[in-house]
């Protein structure tokens, strides 16, 4: 059984940067295409990006491109989120996902795999 498991969260002001982290098991991690998604208060889940199986493509969401960057860890089985210039507008929970099925695709309904979220606050 796949498993993520997020890590890296936390409160930041504005202009600040976080790195998160996700560490997959349970599965070949070649295998897996991975995405972020955020989610705000009232508001869907979003994807942020996503990076296909072997990191040759790469989503950004208009609004966070220039901004973040996702990266892969094949060793370590780890995708990761780094996030620059952080504004108040990116508060949100912050979900890893893997689609098992696609090799690149950033559709929430694609994704089969989540993790457990991890709270991403940006004060102003």
């Known amino acids: 059984q796949v498993q993520l498991v997020e890590s890296g969260g936390g409160l930041v002001q504005a202009g600040g940067s976080l790195r998160l982290s996700c560490a997959a098991s349970?599965?070949?991690?070649?295998?897996?295409?991975m995405g972020w998604f955020r989610q705000a208060p009232g508001k869907a889940r979003e994807c942020v990006t996503a990076i296909s199986k072997n990191g040759g493509k790469i989503y950004y969401a208009d609004s966070v491109k220039g901004r973040f960057t996702i990266s892969r860890d094949y060793a370590k089985n780890t995708q990761y989120l780094q996030m620059n210039s952080l504004k108040p507008e990116d508060t949100a929970v912050y979900y890893c996902?893997?689609?098992?099925?696609?090799?690149?695709?950033?559709?929430?309904?694609?994704?089969?795999?989540w993790g457990q979220g991890t709270q991403v606050t940006v004060s102003s």
């Open positions: 996902a893997a689609a098992s099925n696609y090799e690149f695709v950033y559709t929430r309904s694609a994704y089969d795999l």
């Open positions: 349970g599965r070949t991690f070649s295998t897996l295409a």
